[in-house]
């Protein structure tokens, strides 16, 4: 990783405040805060933290506290059970509350005490107040309050892949520390895929032996070209067993995955008589989806996974078990006379829906699902356990968008919500990628996680019991470093926490942005490396029409002092100070800066602004776009900003599926327009295809509308391909008030696509009128 973005922010947030007085704004944001008129609580040295006597729980819970104040204050108060007259902080857990994570902290000159209706409640209330105390060495002053907070979900989790690239356990330890200030209670574990076999299993030795090694790796995205270096690694389960209880000190489950019956190329490559063909394999090099999974036709293939997961068992003692499920190619299986027997036998149909394969899926799951049952465990699984039947207790992981949630949530599932829209942290936290360390693509910023709603509408109110509750997902395919993992994870994990545990009623972009620095003091305190993406200055621009100019407003969240120039030039603190909002009606690129005392400036935001006639202008969308690409809508169009050449999902292009884009432009008087010019983004690897038809029509009264030009738009390609591609109309000049723009996508896919037949997306950013 660059310097760069691994550099931390000195906030200054503590400036603002008395700089020894606690603050009790922290993520998360506890639901109910009353500030009381009593004396403060004055925090020294010779302050006693107090806990119930023979709570082995609450005895490590007040060493905690007493470790994290001596992180933040530089003295580490004494822990005991026998309360001293004045000056201490007391842990009970004694609270009677219908959620067992509930918790009290209530602050008076003579203590503090937390009272949890558990041990992990207290550890939260514990959270509470770590991140309620400044970092400053010496005497803190703690406001006399009453807190009462508890979370809205009881399951509150993040994965981490450690299969594409592995961590050593003290790695997983800290990252279980990062969870802990999260109030995160669940740890999922991805410990096996194409690319690594990560836990010991006695039973079969050559899953590590050799399915931990990997000869090396692909450099890029499958780029074809290797890095010659080995990568490997594994737990011991004398490691596994150390890692479960530190995180069961600190309140964290941590489910284990083990992806079956596909992503098993590391343990096929050790033991190949599991797959269809036999083999050989070989632990994978590359990223992707691979067609060769356990072979579902025979016998050893489930003695096998039992083997696995008896021993699985025996170290984690997570209720729920994760048996992956996702991204299994049926190919093998249509092919193998094995599996295809065993369709035979038990008199597997398929169905319009789902060939008999999905269903022989169905069936290894329910096995899998049956054997721990036994033991006392469920399992969870990708959303892909829906496809044909789902096992009968099966908790489902909802990732490929939310569908999978509502799905299994109406037929009395229990449902993760982790979709790649707004909780997969291998996604870019930014537009400027080529300023970042590579990754997979996509675009999840700190405001889009912040932003996941896990009940969806569609659900009633008994169905959404069924939503346990959200989790975010980290993939590793190019991320390899532990410093790599911490800035994917935070603080998004942050805006995580937040959707865990605040109801939706109290939940506030702005109000977060604000108290998160405090929460990076601790960051940088603890020397965690994070995105500091949320310090960059942040615009809104947004089309205003009275003024026929676009306006602009620019922020920091924590009102550092802000530069800019609208020539292109770089700012400096001697370019034009940002006091208020203000409007642009010409050709600029806006260039902005937050120079903060400490000289540590922001990255400069840049945007470029392309006016034309219709620029700013009042428009109307008549047909509406895909409500995942919608954004800010119709104005999208108009407000001369356009969108990035290699990325459809920054928030500039608008995408349509079911629908023709169909837009009218009201130019409050009547214009001369003689050229029309539109974009179109094209990955058809997406499914997103150049348009097929252009429109222009134009009216004085908004009504009744006449022709003006239209182009056909033939597409030759016979192979995948992606651009970035403008289409002008040029014509007679036109003299009209309203002109109307329509853009038809293909309607269907060609033949030579995989996704042939169906409907195409079309991405547009910009329709300009001259
Ligand atoms: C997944 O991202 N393959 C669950
Ligand atoms: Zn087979």
């Known amino acids: 990783m660059s310097k760069k973005t691994t550099k931390s922010v000195t906030t200054g947030s503590q400036a603002a405040v008395e700089v020894n007085k606690a603050c009790y704004d922290v993520v998360p944001l506890p639901k109910h805060t009353q500030l009381t008129s009593g004396e403060p609580f004055v925090l020294s040295s010779s302050v006693k933290i107090v806990y119930p006597t023979a709570n082995e729980k609450m005895r490590k819970n007040a060493e905690f506290l007493a470790e994290y104040l001596y992180q933040l204050v530089g003295y580490k108060p004494a822990t005991t059970t026998v309360k001293p007259a004045d000056k201490y902080i007391e842990l009970n857990n004694s609270l009677r509350d219908n959620n067992t994570e509930a918790y009290e902290l209530h602050v008076d000159s003579k203590s503090i005490q937390i009272n949890g209706a558990s041990e992990a409640a207290v550890f939260y209330g514990i959270q509470t107040l770590r991140k309620a105390t400044p970092l400053v060495q010496g005497n803190v002053v703690f406001p006399a309050v009453d807190i009462k907070d508890h979370p809205r979900y009881a399951y509150r989790g993040m994965m981490l892949d450690i299969a594409r690239h592995f961590q050593p356990a003290s790695f997983i330890k800290k990252y279980i520390d990062i969870l802990a200030l999260h109030n995160i209670n669940t740890f999922h574990w991805h410990l096996t895929d194409d690319q690594g076999w990560r836990i010991e299993i006695k039973k079969y030795p050559k899953l590590t032996e050799i399915g931990s090694k990997r000869s090396e790796t692909v450099i890029g995205k499958n780029s074809g070209k290797f890095d010659g270096t080995p990568h490997g690694g594994f737990y011991t389960q004398h490691e596994i067993k150390d890692i479960v209880q530190y ?72 209720k729920l078990i994760h048996i992956g499920g996702d991204e299994a190619p049926k190919v093998r299986w249509e092919k193998c006379p094995r599996c295809q027997a065993k369709i035979k036998e038990l008199g597997i149909k398929g169905d319009e829906k789902h060939g008999k394969e999905f269903y022989l899926q169905s069936y290894v799951t329910e096995r899998v699902e049956k054997f721990l049952n036994r033991h006392g465990r469920n399992i969870i699984g990708w959303d892909e356990i829906l496809e044909g039947k789902l096992a009968p207790n099966a908790t489902v992981m909802s990732w490929r968008g939310i569908g999978g949630g509502i799905e299994a949530a109406r037929l009395g599932h229990n449902v993760i919500m982790t979709p790649t829209s707004h909780l997969y942290f291998d996604y870019y936290q930014t537009t400027e990628t080529d300023k970042e360390p590579f990754g997979i693509g996509g675009y ?291 003299t009209a008030r309203y002109f109307k723009v329509t853009m038809k996508p293909v309607s269907a896919m060609p033949d030579w696509h995989p996704g042939k037949g169906k409907r195409a997306y079309i991405f547009v950013d910009e329709i300009a009128l001259n």
């Not at 702005?510 to 929460?519: I, K």
């Not at 969240?557 to 642009?584: C, E, K, M, R, W």
């Open 444 to 734: 999840v910023p700190v405001k889009q996680v912040y932003s996941f709603e896990p009940e969806p509408d569609q659900l009633t109110a008994a169905q959404k019991k069924f939503i346990l509750g959200p989790q975010a997902n980290l993939w590793t395919e190019y991320i390899k470093t532990p410093s790599h993992v911490e800035y994917m994870t935070m603080p998004r994990i942050a805006a995580l926490s937040e959707i865990q545990w605040l109801d939706a009623s109290q939940k506030n972009y702005d109000n977060f942005l604000h108290r998160l620095p405090r929460l990076i003091d601790v960051y940088n305190r603890l020397g965690y490396t994070y995105a500091s993406h949320v310090f960059d200055v942040q615009a809104v621009l947004q089309p205003h029409p009275a003024n026929g100019a676009l306006s602009v407003n620019l922020s920091t969240i924590d009102n550092a002092p802000v530069y800019y120039t609208l020539d292109g030039s770089d700012p400096t603190v001697n370019s034009t100070a940002y006091t208020a909002p203000f409007h642009i009606k010409e050709n600029a690129t806006l260039q902005a800066v937050a120079i903060r005392k400490t000289g540590s400036n922001s990255r400069i935001f840049s945007q470029e602004v392309k006016v034309a006639k219709s620029s700013f202008k009042p428009v109307t969308l008549l047909t509406k776009p895909d409500l995942q690409y919608s954004y800010s809508g119709a104005t999208m169009l108009v407000d001369g900003l356009y969108g990035d050449k290699t990325n459809y999902k920054t928030g500039r292009w608008i995408g349509f599926h079911a629908q023709d884009l169909v837009a009218v432009i009201d130019m409050q008087q009547p214009a001369q327009v003689s050229e029309a010019s539109l974009r179109n983004y094209v990955e058809t690897g997406e499914w997103i295809f150049d348009a097929a038809e252009i429109i222009v029509e134009s009216s004085n009264d908004g009504k009744n509308f006449t022709s003006v030009a239209a182009e056909k738009i033939m597409d030759k390609h016979t192979t995948h391909w992606a651009e970035v591609v403008t289409h002008t109309l040029k014509f007679s000049p036109v």
């Open 247 to 318: 995180a069961s000190d600190r309140h964290i489950t941590v489910i284990p995955e083990i992806d079956l019956p596909g992503h098993m190329l590391a343990a096929m490559s050790a033991y190949p008589e599991l797959g269809c063909t036999g083999g050989p394999y070989e632990v994978e090099k590359q990223w992707g989806v691979f067609d060769d999974i356990l072979c579902a036709g025979q016998e050893k293939t489930f003695t096998f996974l039992e083997g696995v997961l008896s021993e699985v068992i025996t170290l984690f003692p997570s």
